[in-house]
């Protein structure tokens, strides 16, 4: 009941069906007191603490408020009658602490959820329940394995609750050893045969990776239901094992068990992965749905596109997607991401998930994280990069800059972009660096040719204690490739077997690359011997490696025992075949194997393919044939392929295909230096001065200049790089000097061409 009342403050209460005022009258029912309250000022305030400060309340009437607060969600008023408890020393009852307990953990205020329970003086298995809940749900997980521990020595009889809390924590954390000891309490708490414990259990096996396990404790259960099954079917889900999916399914059927939205949810996630029929077993799961009346659900949904996604079949989510009428933001990232997911976007499929942002945002939605990074791949995908800027703006705006997925994929953006400055700023706002996000900045570096920045940024990684996954790596070992340098390389190589991943395949596929760029293609052959189960991109590695290295015969019978082996090629692998028959002069092999990559293979030809063919007949002087194919090709406005006609034409000394050729290539990369100086190169050799310094004075009115060749050598483990007449060196007489001597002793056992040795040294 309420004391006498003070006068309220003259407002008016906006949007609520219950006065504030009426409520405090002692003619109403104090129960209603958190229900539907509005958002209140500051005199509101101030008025409601007066007024609270006279309530004369009741534990029962106590427990209702604390209750209607709970449903409402009004921690804020929670808070108020605990402050009133207090300050009018009323001893609650436990049923009610346990009530406030409850409000305090549902809402995430865990620090004042423990100091209601530390200061409880008489606690049940309830007070124990909520508080291992509230800390689960904020990710306190260590605290929720004290709290229980805590219950155990002060003699508390838990019950099927606690345990499947604990249990739960060991599945999210995957601690097996502390999940099979929580296990064995349950037995000997003789609450092995609660459902509830039983599929927590089942859970938890199979999250850290033991369904024979979790199998086997379902084949024994007797009391089981649609969660017990859904567990399983998510275990065998997590490792890929389709057939025994559809085989439990069935059962589950047969046993008359609701197939649940879960479940649905569940097997179509199976059949987005890449197995045999996948789509067929996909599409009846699909009908399914029809007729179990869930084809309309958000999650089943969103599941159906994602799996028609992921098997390649965009036109069939994009139905789905626009069949669903009430759409969510999960959905709509699904669609995102499903339109970008493919290893080469369109721009097509870029402009449809731009599209679909731009929908979202007429809607009201607000984006999350998710939206954001697959937005930005979409950009980086078809080099979108002023609309990548834009979409950094939302970021900003949506406040997910600090977001690590997110921060990798503007790091991806401005890479590409050559602002590896710009990429710096996003990585350094980024408060959680995880490997992801490492992996993203020193690729950046080595994509724009900062190879010893790369290499400082895996040395600040280790250093800072940061993991590191096969990944970065495979990383570092390309960067070390880059720089010839095969002693860090090696280095690299050593740290991942210390870290235990040395030896998958990711990691010796760079290792192969690696040691081919520094020259030793042996050591590359025998890293290649040397896999337990090479996949597409070790065989193209070692192809490439041995094609690269002038070594044509090996990597051409290295192509034919992976066809052999079952492996089938890729368009990388092509370009390793092609390279080795340009550099073995086997024209009609290679125009044979050209043929066969759409015909025998379904693979796509590219212009790289097409560049490799132009070498291979350009290298065998047929330089008519050459022009040809060029022209027939539809790519004659690729100036790749006219550089390597013009290259050739220097080797041939075919003045007349060289100046059409040059004319071509530098129409269309009017700035590039590199033909100006193959044709200046052309015109010397062949004696005719005017021409060539035509070009040279073209050169200078366009302003072109040819930048100088950046070289790294690797001394005592530190890695220095000089240009083209460096002289930064402290010690560069005495270089110089040795190399005049290194020289001395070439000529006297071999011809050194003077006019060639005056010209580039």
């Given at each position: 009941?309420?004391?006498?009342?003070?006068?309220?403050?003259?407002?008016?209460?906006?949007?609520?069906?219950?006065?504030?005022?009426?409520?405090?009258?002692?003619?109403?029912?104090?129960?209603?007191?958190?229900?539907?309250?509005?958002?209140?000022?500051?005199?509101?305030?101030?008025?409601?603490?007066?007024?609270?400060?006279?309530?004369?309340?009741?534990?029962?009437?106590?427990?209702?408020?604390?209750?209607?607060?709970?449903?409402?969600?009004?921690?804020?008023?929670?808070?108020?009658?605990?402050?009133?408890?207090?300050?009018?020393?009323?001893?609650?009852?436990?049923?009610?602490?346990?009530?406030?307990?409850?409000?305090?953990?549902?809402?995430?205020?865990?620090?004042?959820?423990?100091?209601?329970?530390?200061?409880?003086?008489?606690?049940?298995?309830?007070?124990?329940?909520?508080?291992?809940?509230?800390?689960?749900?904020v990710g306190f997980y260590d605290k929720v394995l004290n709290v229980?521990?805590?219950?155990?020595?002060?003699?508390?009889?838990?019950?099927?609750?606690?345990?499947?809390?604990?249990?739960?924590?060991?599945?999210?954390?995957?601690?097996?050893?502390?999940?099979?000891?929580?296990?064995?309490?349950?037995?000997?708490?003789?609450?092995?045969?609660?459902?509830?414990?039983?599929?927590?259990?089942?859970?938890?096996?199979?999250?850290?990776?033991?369904?024979?396990?979790?199998?086997?404790?379902?084949?024994?259960?007797?009391?089981?239901?649609?969660?017990?099954?859904?567990?399983?079917?998510?275990?065998?889900?997590?490792?890929?094992?389709?057939?025994?999916?559809?085989?439990?399914?069935?059962?589950?059927?047969?046993?008359?068990?609701?197939?649940?939205?879960?479940?649905?949810?569940?097997?179509?996630?199976?059949?987005?992965?890449?197995?045999?029929?996948?789509?067929?077993?996909?599409?009846?799961?699909?009908?399914?749905?029809?007729?179990?009346?869930?084809?309309?659900?958000?999650?089943?949904?969103?599941?159906?596109?994602?799996?028609?996604?992921?098997?390649?079949?965009?036109?069939?989510?994009?139905?789905?997607?626009y069949f669903i009428p009430d759409k969510n933001i999960v959905m709509?990232?699904?669609?995102?991401?499903?339109?970008?997911?493919?290893?080469?976007?369109?721009?097509?499929?870029?402009?449809?998930?731009?599209?679909?942002?731009?929908?979202?945002?007429?809607?009201?939605?607000?984006?999350?994280?998710?939206?954001?990074?697959?937005?930005?791949?979409?950009?980086?995908?078809?080099?979108?990069?002023?609309?990548?800027?834009?979409?950094?703006?939302?970021?900003?705006?949506?406040?997910?800059?600090?977001?690590?997925?997110?921060?990798?994929?503007?790091?991806?953006?401005?890479?590409?972009?050559?602002?590896?400055?710009?990429?710096?700023?996003?990585?350094?706002?980024?408060?959680?660096?995880?490997?992801?996000?490492?992996?993203?900045?020193?690729?950046?570096?080595?994509?724009?040719?900062?190879?010893?920045?790369?290499?400082?940024?895996?040395?600040?990684?280790?250093?800072?204690?940061?993991?590191?996954?096969?990944?970065?790596?495979?990383?570092?070992?390309?960067?070390?490739?880059?720089?010839?340098?095969?002693?860090?390389?090696?280095?690299?190589?050593?740290?991942?077997?210390?870290?235990?991943?040395?030896?998958?395949?990711?990691?010796?596929?760079?290792?192969?690359?690696?040691?081919?760029?520094?020259?030793?293609?042996?050591?590359?052959?025998?890293?290649?011997?040397?896999?337990?189960?090479?996949?597409?991109?070790?065989?193209?590695?070692?192809?490439?490696?041995?094609?690269?290295?002038?070594?044509?015969?090996?990597?051409?019978?290295?192509?034919?025992?992976?066809?052999?082996?079952?492996?089938?090629?890729?368009?990388?692998?092509?370009?390793?075949?092609?390279?080795?028959?340009?550099?073995?002069?086997?024209?009609?092999?290679?125009?044979?194997?050209?043929?066969?990559?759409?015909?025998?293979?379904?693979?796509?030809?590219?212009?790289?393919?097409?560049?490799?063919?132009?070498?291979?007949?350009?290298?065998?002087?047929?330089?008519?044939?050459?022009?040809?194919?060029?022209?027939?090709?539809?790519?004659?406005?690729?100036?790749?392929?006219?550089?390597?006609?013009?290259?050739?034409?220097?080797?041939?000394?075919?003045?007349?295909?060289?100046?059409?050729?040059?004319?071509?290539?530098?129409?269309?990369e009017p700035q590039e230096a590199a033909s100006y100086l193959l044709?200046?190169?052309?015109?010397?050799?062949?004696?005719?001065?005017?021409?060539?310094?035509?070009?040279?004075?073209?050169?200078?009115?366009?302003?072109?200049?040819?930048?100088?060749?950046?070289?790294?050598?690797?001394?005592?483990?530190?890695?220095?790089?000089?240009?083209?007449?460096?002289?930064?060196?402290?010690?560069?007489?005495?270089?110089?000097?040795?190399?005049?001597?290194?020289?001395?002793?070439?000529?006297?056992?071999?011809?050194?061409?003077?006019?060639?040795?005056?010209?580039?040294?």
């Amino acid at each position: 009941m309420l004391l006498q009342t003070t006068k309220p403050p003259n407002f008016k209460f906006r949007s609520t069906s219950i006065d504030f005022f009426n409520l405090y009258l002692p003619s109403k029912n104090p129960t209603k007191c958190f229900t539907e309250l509005p958002r209140t000022t500051k005199p509101q305030r101030s008025y409601l603490r007066d007024v609270s400060n006279r309530l004369s309340l009741d534990s029962s009437t106590c427990v209702k408020l604390i209750q209607n607060a709970t449903k409402s969600g009004s921690v804020i008023h929670g808070k108020l009658l605990h402050a009133h408890m207090i300050k009018n020393s009323f001893k609650p009852c436990l049923f009610l602490l346990n009530n406030l307990l409850n409000l305090y953990c549902r809402f995430g205020e865990i620090r004042l959820a423990y100091q209601l329970f530390d200061k409880m003086n008489e606690r049940n298995v309830v007070s124990y329940n909520l508080l291992v809940s509230g800390y689960t749900q904020v990710g306190f997980y260590d605290k929720v394995l004290n709290v229980f521990n805590d219950a155990r020595m002060g003699g508390q009889k838990l019950d099927k609750f606690t345990y499947a809390g604990v249990i739960n924590v060991c599945a999210k954390t995957e601690d097996l050893e502390m999940g099979k000891l929580i296990h064995g309490l349950v037995v000997v708490g003789g609450l092995g045969g609660r459902v509830l414990v039983t599929n927590s259990l089942i859970d938890m096996y199979c999250k850290c990776g033991k369904i024979d396990q979790a199998r086997l404790l379902f084949e024994k259960s007797d009391e089981l239901d649609n969660v017990s099954w859904n567990s399983l079917i998510s275990g065998y889900v997590r490792i890929g094992a389709n057939e025994e999916i559809f085989r439990i399914l069935v059962k589950m059927h047969r046993n008359g068990l609701d197939m649940t939205t879960y479940t649905m949810g569940c097997v179509l996630r199976a059949c987005g992965t890449d197995f045999d029929d996948s789509v067929i077993y996909g599409r009846i799961l699909h009908g399914c749905t029809l007729k179990l009346g869930l084809d309309l659900d958000i999650v089943v949904g969103t599941a159906l596109l994602d799996m028609y996604a992921k098997t390649g079949h965009l036109d069939d989510a994009i139905s789905v997607f626009y069949f669903i009428p009430d759409k969510n933001i999960v959905m709509y990232n699904a669609m995102i991401a499903g339109l970008i997911q493919t290893d080469t976007v369109s721009d097509d499929c870029a402009n449809r998930a731009f599209n679909l942002f731009f929908q979202m945002q007429r809607q009201g939605m607000k984006p999350s994280k998710f939206t954001f990074s697959s937005l930005l791949k979409a950009c980086n995908a078809v080099e979108a990069f002023e609309y990548g800027k834009q979409i950094h703006a939302q970021v900003w705006k949506n406040d997910f800059q600090f977001d690590e997925f997110v921060g990798s994929a503007l790091i991806d953006l401005y890479s590409l972009l050559g602002s590896t400055d710009d990429g710096l700023k996003c990585f350094n706002l980024i408060p959680k660096l995880d490997v992801v996000s490492w992996t993203s900045m020193i690729k950046g570096h080595i994509r724009n040719g900062h190879f010893e920045s790369a290499v400082a940024l895996f040395q600040e990684l280790l250093a800072s204690g940061g993991k590191t996954d096969e990944f970065i790596i495979s990383t570092m070992l390309a960067a070390c490739a880059d720089l010839a340098t095969g002693r860090s390389g090696e280095q690299v190589q050593g740290y991942g077997i210390k870290i235990g991943i040395g030896n998958s395949t990711t990691v010796q596929n760079s290792q192969i690359c690696m040691y081919a760029k520094s020259g030793d293609i042996d050591s590359a052959n025998m890293t290649f011997e040397e896999m337990k189960d090479p996949d597409v991109a070790s065989w193209s590695a070692i192809i490439c490696s041995n094609a690269q290295h002038g070594c044509a015969g090996d990597a051409l019978k290295l192509f034919e025992l992976m066809k052999y082996l079952g492996t089938a090629p890729n368009q990388i692998t092509f370009l390793g075949v092609l390279t080795a028959c340009s550099h073995g002069g086997l024209v009609e092999e290679g125009l044979r194997y050209f043929t066969s990559m759409h015909k025998d293979h379904g693979i796509t030809i590219d212009v790289k393919h097409y560049g490799c063919v132009v070498d291979i007949l350009a290298r065998a002087g047929r330089l008519a044939d050459t022009k040809n194919f060029i022209l027939n090709s539809g790519l004659e406005d690729s100036p790749v392929m006219w550089r390597s006609l013009l290259s050739a034409c220097r080797v041939y000394k075919d003045i007349v295909t060289a100046k059409h050729a040059a004319e071509k290539v530098i129409e269309l990369e009017p700035q590039e230096a590199a033909s100006y100086l193959l044709l200046n190169n052309i015109y010397v050799d062949a004696g005719i001065e005017l021409p060539a310094s035509e070009v040279r004075e073209l050169m200078k009115d366009r302003e072109i200049k040819k930048e100088p060749g950046l070289s790294w050598i690797e001394v005592g483990n530190k890695i220095h790089s000089f240009v083209v007449g460096d002289k930064s060196h402290p010690m560069s007489h005495i270089i110089c000097e040795r190399l005049e001597t290194i020289l001395e002793k070439i000529k006297k056992i071999s011809y050194v061409d003077d006019e060639i040795y005056c010209q580039y040294y």
